[in-house]
């Protein structure tokens, strides 16, 4: 165990201590008496000394002290009972400490640093026995520490926090990490110097584990174009894990705005612990490992054997119970793995209780043998409740009936069969050599399922594979598609549900069914199938039914060509069923608006290039032509660059391995080609290589006729020079090759690479945006990308700690990227008040709330940033007369008149994208002319009154306070006066009853005191609420109101006005104030 750095002295400590192991900072020593010797006579008086001890007296027989070369001072760090235990730590000194310690000029800084991380060391190990003990305690002082430090908003929620380093340079800073819902945070204070961060977590680009010459293990993070490493982690995976977590909850939550409706552990972000984190992170694996549905849970997990009847021996592995699904893997994952859905279990025995064993009896005559099950019992009562749970008349039917058969209440519309089946139906009588070799491989399959087993709970090991690789009878293709994909659990749990859609979707007109109607005849149009209205009705209810279920995705170019091979051979309700699991199972993110999945793959693609490829990167340091050239790979499985009698071949691999078998089979490609692309001169002779090949891949094997295969014969004479590769050959050297790659690595680097993807594209979208804006504001291009962070930032901060409010609840992924980020009034308010170049006294909320009703044009109740930055410049960069302007048309709505009335705004959404509308608004803003004075109503009595007011408040703390004031006062009264003599001129019958006007009154009485008379006297106190008149305080009878024009010439006679407007604002010390300030500003009321 680690023990708290204490000082002793080892002038006579080496006759009861034996030195074991040394070096330059740290000793292992054994006490005399213990291991091997003995250590004589002193060895025996120690040993004998110890046992008579107590307990409490007693000494651990082995230490491991700190040492300096320059000082005779000893520090004791870490005792142990064994040789085993103390071993441990000394390698992790070695492992974690030792470099680093090289990097220290002085032996105070080595010693401080030594004992900082072993005290860190000390209280992890207490926090993680505090965690397993339930007890708060310290949890709550690490949380008071979190507050204090970092003065986030009190609604972030502290997650976790461990001790580790902080690398400054070449130096490191012993401290605690904090990671709480939305941000990561380090705090250090070492030696007198205090370090303090604070990242965002959709401010990172990258988060991977990392290692070098001083760091064995650290996690990097970059962040805002910043390299930050942590290292020196008692528990580094699991850290690392929770920050995973964290960041991929943050990217989902903010950039896609998900709401995790389906999973509580994660709705809330208040309440996200490290426990639910965890638990998400297990579900997500065991989920995409079995291929189950997205509503299945890993509940237990029982170590145990499971005895192969084929292999005659029991593999070790583990039992993964969930609610409907009983699953086992073979300890490596690959030698064996089995899904038991319970629907098809009939029955759980105990027939050995001394070797803790139970037999899973399934439907065919099927049983399967668990042996040293620690919690027999338990598993066995499990699975019979929830059999109990499941079983249903439904679900009666074996999974290979409801393969052939299909569901009883399918509409009469929806097709029974594959379009292979009626279009290509097989000639059993033709015994050519490809029949034959097809019959072979149907035998071979038979003999598979005889040993095997058939159906949803049929061995995978790597015999299947290999009978994979080998291609996959035509007969057979539909069914072992929807059983590896996992397709045909969903189908059997959602009876009548595709009928139900197709009902449902048929008829509606939305933006996706015009996309699909456009693409139904693009979709293998040199098919049969498709060149009748067989196929292509077939396709349309299936696409149509798809992006029915799914509007998030709705439809994508792609997806009808992916569509078009699964209906070939699988009937219409399992092609739909199938699209469903590569859409939002085995390829997420791929068919969206941003394509982030594929481009994440692509990303993942480069990453193995670089390492596999090493000849072809030293050739072509900038892959990303690559990325260009393999989109479609990644999007059509390889459909739509090889024939179609090759392609599937491809698929079949696809749906067994998923996204990996892509990635190797590119790899395989690249490599055959590899001479042609090291020897070409630009991109375009690359891609002409790569097309030349992709045509002459060829499947020597298919029955297809020459009608339906693509590698048509008019191509042979030109490409006689080239030879040609079968397909079978090509798959068959990508598992040899890259067949060592596991699925875990893989999405290990989707989850690295995907950070850095999506940062790519949202900056991407932030120069488009600024581009956008700069042509239509004053501000440097500096000047402007700040702006636009602030901007972001205050758009994520109304969805940090809440899933309801308005830019969540009415995101659009399809609209234009200057709208995906846009403010509510609340955001709005309080960027606004750090930005605005005046100090405002009061009314405050009134003024925010005109200005936003002001810029909010289409009065959904959501500002973009280009309205924001409009507003910003005329206050910033406008002239005299536009900063007046702006404040003259703040005061002109109607509701402006009461200012007391609560503000709330009810956006309106956006249902579908209505393309006339924004047709006529760019038309409307290519026709826009610039804005007369002369075009501006005139403002009545009570809005006058409030403007004289809105002024009075701009003023306030300014070095010519006083002298405004008065320039105001002369102004209000000049244009009362005015008024006055107009109105008498128009009555001139009128008695004169008072030598001050009614309004004139009313404004004076509205002001602060003293302040509306020619020579006010200035108040220190100006009143903290916007001025209201109360109904009647002016008479009816007088109507009276003023031009913009009146108003202006009027501030013009006063020059210590217009220097007040045309004085200079410091931008960069406003945005710099605004970024300090942003998140300690108030984000509730």
């Known amino acids: 165990m680690w023990l708290k750095p204490e000082e002793i002295l080892l002038k006579n400590a080496f006759k009861l201590w034996v030195t074991e192991k040394g070096n330059d900072y740290f000793v292992l020593q054994r006490r005399r008496g213990y291991g091997e010797g003995g250590g004589g006579l002193t060895g025996l008086l120690v040993g004998t000394l110890d046992t008579m001890l107590d307990s409490t007296s007693k000494v651990a027989p082995f230490r491991i002290l700190h040492q300096t070369p320059d000082s005779q001072v000893y520090w004791s760090i870490a005792c142990g009972g064994t040789k085993e235990e103390i071993s441990q730590h000394w390698e992790w000194l070695e492992k974690n400490i030792m470099r680093t310690l090289s990097v220290f000029d002085s032996s105070d800084d080595i010693t401080s640093f030594v004992q900082g991380k072993i005290r860190g060391l000390i209280a992890e190990e207490g926090k993680v026995s505090c965690v397993q003990e339930d007890d708060p305690e310290k949890f709550r002082e690490a949380l008071l520490r979190f ?34 819902t939305n941000f990561l945070s380090f705090y250090s204070y070492l030696l007198g110097s205090e370090v303090k961060l604070v990242i965002s977590w959709n401010e990172i680009w990258r988060l991977e584990k990392t290692s070098n010459v001083i760091l064995t293990e650290s996690i990097h993070v970059l962040a805002n174009g910043e390299d930050h490493f942590f290292s020196m982690f008692l528990h580094l995976n699991e850290t690392f894990l929770i920050m995973e ?20 552990s994660l709705s809330d972000p208040l309440q996200i612990t490290k426990r639910g984190l965890e638990t998400h992170a297990r579900n997500e694996q065991f989920r995409a490992f079995f291929r189950l549905p997205k509503e299945e849970n890993l509940l237990e997990v029982y170590e145990s054997f499971l005895w192969v009847p084929f292999s005659h021996f029991n593999t070790l592995g583990k039992i993964c119970l ?90 009469k519309a929806v097709s029974t069969e594959a379009l292979m089946t009626v279009f290509h139906p097989q000639d059993t009588e033709n015994l050519d050599p490809k029949m034959l070799k097809e019959k072979m491989k149907e035998q071979s399959w038979n003999i598979h399922f005889s040993e ?110 992916l569509t078009s091979v699964l209906l070939l051979y699988a009937k219409e309700e399992e092609a739909f069923w199938l699209l469903v699991a590569v859409c939002e199972r085995m390829l997420p993110d791929y068919f969206n608006r941003r394509i982030i999945g594929a481009l994440v793959d692509q990303a993942v693609f480069e990453e193995l290039i670089r390492m596999h490829l090493t000849q072809l990167t030293e050739h072509m340091t900038d892959l990303t032509f690559f990325s260009s050239v393999s989109l479609s790979w990644f999007l059509t499985l390889f459909i739509s660059v090889l024939p179609i009698e090759s392609a599937v071949n491809v698929v079949d691999c696809f749906f067994y391995d998923g996204i990996k078998a892509i990635l190797q089979l590119g790899l395989a490609v690249l490599d055959y080609n590899m001479e042609g692309l090291i020897s070409s001169h630009d991109d375009a002779e690359a891609v002409t290589i790569l097309n030349k090949f992709f045509d002459n891949v060829t499947n020597k094997d298919s029955p297809l006729p020459q009608t339906v295969q693509q590698n048509s014969v008019g191509n042979n004479d030109k490409a006689s020079s080239i030879s040609k590769v ?24 989707r989850k690295r690479n995907k950070l850095y993807v999506i940062q790519t594209l949202e900056d991407t979208t932030k120069q488009n945006v600024l581009r956008v804006v700069s042509q239509e504001v004053k501000f440097s291009a500096s000047q402007l990308d700040e702006l636009y962070v602030l901007f972001k930032r205050q758009h994520f901060l109304s969805c940090y700690w809440m899933m309801n409010s308005p830019v969540l609840l009415h995101h659009d992924p399809s609209l234009a990227y200057l709208e995906q980020y846009q403010l509510g009034f609340h955001q709005f308010s309080l960027l606004f008040s750090l930005l605005e170049p005046w100090s405002l006294c009061s009314g405050k909320d009134a003024l925010f709330l005109w200005a936003f009703r002001l810029l909010d044009e289409n009065q959904d109740g959501l500002i973009n940033f280009k309205e924001f930055c409009c507003a910003l410049d005329i206050l910033y960069s406008g002239t ?99 008024e006055e003599v107009g109105r008498r001129l128009q009555e001139p019958t009128s008695p004169q009853k008072s030598s001050t006007s009614p309004i004139q009154a009313a404004l004076e009485g509205a002001l602060p005191d003293g302040e509306a008379s020619s020579t006010p006297e200035i108040s220190s106190d100006t009143p903290n609420t916007p001025i209201t008149l109360e109904a009647g305080s002016i008479p009816q009878e007088v109507e009276w109101s003023f031009a913009f024009e009146q108003i202006l010439a009027s501030l013009l006679n006063e020059p210590v006005l217009v220097r007040f407007f045309e004085r200079p604002v410091d931008i960069q010390a406003r945005l710099d104030h605004a970024k300090s300030a942003q998140l300690k500003a108030k984000t509730n009321k």
Not at 255 to 264: G, L, S, V
């Open 147 to 180: 507050e204090k430090w970092f003065d986030l908003p009190q609604k972030e929620k502290l997650v976790t926090y461990y001790s580790c380093s902080y690398w400054r340079g070449r130096v490191p800073c012993q401290g605690w990490l904090y990671l709480s």
């Open 245 to 264: 977590q964290l960041a991929d909850y943050s990217i989902k939550r903010l950039f896609d705005k998900e709401t995790f409706q389906e999973e509580p």
């Open 322 to 411: 969930s609610e409907s699904y009983l699953c086992f893997a073979s300890q490596d994952g690959s030698q064996c793995h089995v899904i038991i859905p319970m629907r098809e279990v009939i029955g759980v025995e105990k027939p050995d209780r001394s070797s803790r064993a139970l037999i899973v009896c399934v439907r065919g005559k099927r049983a399967l043998r668990f042996s040293e099950v620690r919690d027999f019992e338990r598993l066995a009562n499990a699975i019979r409740r929830r059999c109990g749970m499941t079983a249903s008349p439904q679900h009666s039917a074996s999974t290979e009936v409801a393969l052939m058969v299909g569901q009883k209440d399918s509409s």
């Open 452 to 561: 095997y087993g058939r159906g949803t709970s049929m061995f995978c090991t790597k015999k299947t594979r290999d009978l994979i690789v080998r291609g996959v009878p035509e007969a057979l293709r539909g069914e072992l598609w929807m059983l590896f994909s996992g397709a045909v659990n969903d189908m059997a749990t959602n009876p009548g549900y595709y009928s139900e859609l197709v009902d449902q979707s048929l008829g509606t007109s939305t933006l996706a069914t015009d996309e699909i109607e456009r693409d139904l005849h693009r979709s293998l149009p040199e098919h049969p199938a498709f060149q009748s209205d067989t196929g292509i009705s077939a396709l349309r209810r299936v696409l149509t039914a798809y992006a029915y279920r799914n509007p998030k995705i709705g439809y994508c170019q792609a997806m009808n060509i």
């Open 726 to 749: 079968d397909i079978s050959d090509l798959i068959k050297e990508a598992y040899e090759k890259y067949g060592d790659m596991k699925s875990e690595e893989v999405e290990s680097m």
């Open 880 to 978: 005299f007369t536009n900063k007046l302007k702006f404040l003259f048309k703040l005061h002109q709505p109607p509701e402006c008149q009461n200012t007391h009335c609560t503000f709330c705004f009810t956006p309106t959404g956006r249902g579908k994208v209505d393309l006339q509308a924004y047709l006529k608004q760019w038309q409307d803003e290519i026709l826009k002319k610039e804005e007369s004075i002369k075009d501006l109503p005139r403002i009545n009595q009570a809005q006058f009154i409030q403007f004289s007011k809105t002024l009075y408040n701009l003023f306030h703390s300014d070095p010519e306070e006083e002298s405004l004031y008065r320039a105001v006062a002369r102004v209000t009264s000049l244009l009362l006066r005015m």
